[in-house]
């Protein structure tokens, strides 16, 4: 069956859609986008969900969003809740946050602080290892209370990012090195000593995957959006095919300032399409964060930097995190699946934990330039969302000079829903 029979057909069960799924991954080219039901179609979006939102890492959240012993926020995976909660020994756990009693949700709040973890149904009680303290007498004399703790997801940490996977078994591959080398080029900011300035959320009515490959280029960039190339140079890093003579001699100059001050710069890269994928690169020349007219957004600069030109260290996390972590702040973004077509993204704003609000940084500032770019952006997936559903679309070509990020993010894409699906 070629690639447009496959187009015509219509997946009767779950399973056939699985099928049709991998049947299409296989045969489709690597330079263009994908089928139509890739992007709207419930049946692969339930496979989307299992196969990569409930069996690989997820970047959820930062560790000075919980800076305490029951500091806690909570996520949704789709219809899966998770709680994300400091421990008594300064550990990071996450739940799923649904009781161990009759399923109801033990936090419903998004943030918050707690000395033990009450389910308001029935008042179960759980520690904040998830070790269930209290069912009352109701349950009976023969009720083992050890068999009912919450149900954990498994947890890492690395340079202050919180990583969690839902599956049975979390993936082992290259993730570990990535861990080892994030909290290496974070060690300059001291994470654990910053604090949430200042979040968004905002709705896009498009697939998470249009959501990802629209940041994953910067071909619309000078159409759509002034704010940001305020400060943002379009190349990716010096081996992009657009780089020019002139931003290669600002990424020297810079680097040996980054030297001077031992701040790790080099480009590193894991797993197929460059999965996880960490790069500093320099601002334009003269501006220090992004910000509207380039000038700092905080008066306290981060860990132990002290030159404010420190550029734009972007960090990659497929399937769902980008980042960006300069002198005086840093910005790390999270798309989450609602539906076939439907995402959140999740924009969270960190400064100095000593940093004063309206004295040192004003979140309106800080979040003026991305603010305008995530509804630029937001536009342009639900604009793409609705030609998709066309009956006209059918897979156009990626520039492989332009878009070679998205090619790169359709290989670990394809490369990752086929393995699942196999296992």
């Not at 991998?22 to 992007?39: G, H």
């Not at 690169?281 to 860990?303: N, R, Y």
């Not at 734009?312 to 980008?322: D, E, G, K, Q, V």
Request: net charge negative; charged share 25%; proline share 5%.
């Amino acid at each position: 069956m070629n690639q447009n029979d496959l187009l015509n057909t219509t997946s009767a069960t779950y399973s056939d859609a699985k099928q049709d799924m991998a049947n299409m991954l296989e045969s489709r080219p690597a330079n263009y986008s994908l089928p139509q039901p890739f992007y709207n179609d419930p049946q692969f979006f339930r496979a989307d969900m299992e196969e990569v939102f409930q069996k690989e890492w997820l970047f959820v959240g930062m560790t000075s969003e919980v800076p305490e012993r029951g500091d806690y926020f909570t996520v949704e995976i789709g219809q899966n809740p998770v709680l994300i909660v400091r421990d008594a020994d300064g550990s990071v756990n996450a739940f799923h946050n649904t009781c161990r009693h009759r399923g109801s949700r033990v936090c419903t709040e998004h943030r918050g602080k707690v000395a033990n973890l009450v389910c308001p149904y029935h008042q179960w009680t759980y520690d904040l290892k998830g070790n269930l303290l209290f069912a009352g007498t109701e349950m009976g004399e023969g009720f083992d209370m050890k068999q009912h703790g919450l149900k954990k997801a498994h947890t890492k940490t690395a340079g202050g990012f919180i990583f969690i996977c839902l599956g049975k078994e979390a993936p082992q591959g290259d993730f570990d090195q990535f861990l080892e080398t994030l909290e290496e080029y974070m060690e300059p900011y001291d994470v654990e000593n910053t604090k949430l300035a200042v979040e968004s959320n905002m709705y896009e009515k498009a697939n998470w995957k249009l959501v990802l490959e629209n940041n994953r280029e910067c071909y619309h960039c000078a159409g759509s959006h002034p704010e940001l190339l305020n400060t943002l140079l379009e190349w990716d890093d010096t081996n992009d095919p657009r780089a020019s003579e002139e931003f290669k001699a600002l990424v020297a100059e810079q680097a040996a300032d980054w030297d001077a001050e031992g701040i790790p710069h080099e480009h590193k890269s894991f797993g197929p399409g460059l999965r996880n994928r960490i790069v500093r690169m320099p601002l334009k020349k003269g501006t220090k964060v992004m910000t509207i007219d380039g000038e700092s957004g905080c008066s306290k600069l981060l860990g132990r930097i002290k030159n404010p030109h420190m550029g734009s260290m972007r960090i990659l996390h497929l399937p769902n995190s980008w980042n960006h972590m300069q002198s005086d702040h840093f910005i790390v973004f999270r798309v989450l699946p609602i539906s076939a077509q439907e995402s959140l993204v999740t924009t969270k704003w960190f400064v100095h934990k000593d940093a004063v609000e309206g004295v040192d940084y004003d979140p309106a500032r800080l979040r003026q330039v991305w603010d305008a770019t995530n509804d630029q952006d937001r536009i342009l997936g639900e604009e793409n969302q609705l030609g998709i559903n066309s009956v006209g679309y059918q897979p156009g070509p990626y520039s492989e000079t332009f878009e070679f990020g998205i090619i790169n993010f359709m290989e670990w894409y394809s490369s990752t829903v086929q393995k699942n699906l196999k296992g």
